[in-house]
């Protein structure tokens, strides 16, 4: 045996350990004999449960976007996760500083989860049951099953990462969602669907789902000189086709500065 330091609570503190792996296997072994690799074992577990699941319940629940490398490439698909799927949102609380003041990014609010996973995605399942869609929470977990299981084996195994951390909730923009609502409340969906989201592969079809509405207000511009007139509009539009529009727009924004990204390094080869 050996000893190395970790630090919790401030300190660095002498812990003893396994010198070698045989070590570490010996201090395992429970029979006289031995067997199999209990070191190997515990390093699987331990990056299994440090890493892949955590990652995995992030995008079970919340999905994640497509990631592409330098060239272009796929190298991470899209995945929906539960909270998109059902549109049943996980709780969340704006986060404040120490002198009580909502801490700001981008011109918006941020926010973090106050719900666990586990007790989120226990409300969803009974609040599917409630609605009737499922009969029991036993048919609504099933139902989840093979998604479930379809989102870990994309989840790749990494020895070498540190333990991950992910974002919190996804909040669109709200510039982006009033340009959707404006696009929505203008009636040029088809120009949109036509000229950009077809870069993506995408259509935006409207729900027209009133339930809860979006409302904003605007400085008009004059169409000429791109200035403000100094007056004001409103608009008023499904609070749901405006987050879903105001997505595939983000989207495209993200596409269109990857190719930008994309022609510049291809100017510099």
Request: glycine share 6%; proline share 3%; with cysteine.
């Amino acid at each position: 045996m050996t000893t190395k330091e970790y630090r919790t609570l401030g300190y660095a503190l002498p812990f003893e350990v396994p010198a070698t792996v045989e070590e570490f296997n010996q201090n395992a072994w429970k029979a006289p004999t031995g067997e199999g690799n209990p070191c190997l074992a515990e390093g699987i577990n331990n990056i299994v449960y440090r890493g892949s699941l955590a990652e995995f319940r992030y995008v079970f629940l919340h999905g994640r976007d497509e990631k592409k490398d330098d060239k272009g490439n796929v190298v991470e698909t899209a995945i929906i996760g539960v909270e998109d799927q059902t549109e049943i949102k996980r709780q969340t609380e704006e986060v404040k500083d120490k002198t009580g003041k909502v801490r700001m990014k981008d011109g918006e609010a941020v926010t973090k989860f106050v719900e666990s996973e586990e007790k989120y995605f226990d409300r969803v399942i009974a609040q599917l049951v409630e609605e009737k869609k499922y009969s029991s929470d036993e048919t609504a977990r099933q139902h989840f099953e093979p998604f479930a299981k379809e989102v870990a084996a994309q989840i790749h195994f990494d020895a070498a990462a540190r333990e991950k951390s992910f974002a919190g909730p996804r909040k669109l923009r709200a510039d982006i969602k009033l340009t959707a609502a404006r696009i929505i409340a203008a009636g040029t969906i088809d120009k949109v669907n036509k000229n950009y989201l077809v870069n993506i592969g995408k259509e935006f079809v409207p729900t027209n789902d009133n339930t809860k509405l979006f409302k904003a207000t605007y400085d008009v511009v004059d169409p000429v000189t791109k200035k403000p007139t100094g007056k004001t509009a409103e608009v008023e539009v499904s609070d749901k086709d405006a987050e879903a529009l105001g997505w595939l727009i983000k989207e495209h924004q993200d596409w269109k500065r990857a190719q930008e990204q994309l022609a510049m390094a291809g100017m510099g080869e």
